[in-house]
């Protein structure tokens, strides 16, 4: 912990150290840099608030899934579920159904593949 934090310490004096010399050197280098990070840290602040909400919204359909996973890949309920032949009753929890949460972010097509090409990325 004590290198991690002599390392951020050193990188902080660094940067103000890159900083004073473009001050002294081209004073409109400075200002654009200082521009330049604000931005970064706006961008970064509305990134994190958009995944945020994102994950927030898709709690409640990550919880089914990973409860009817549960259900069906663990040893002892999906021994009643065949016992009890209550397949039919997960009919209505198809990956198609579950997937649907992800529609409205617009990569998922209808049958759940990614609908970004690899060279757009």
Known sequence: MTNGLMSVGSSALGVVAVGVALLTIEPLFFALGVLAAVLLILTRLGVGRALYRFAVEQTPTDRQRNYIQFLLVDKDPAKEIRAYELGGSFGHASPHSIRGG????????ANGASR????GR
């Open 116 to 119: 970004a090409s690899p060279a």
């Open 102 to 109: 992800y529609r409205h972010c617009g990569n998922w097509s």
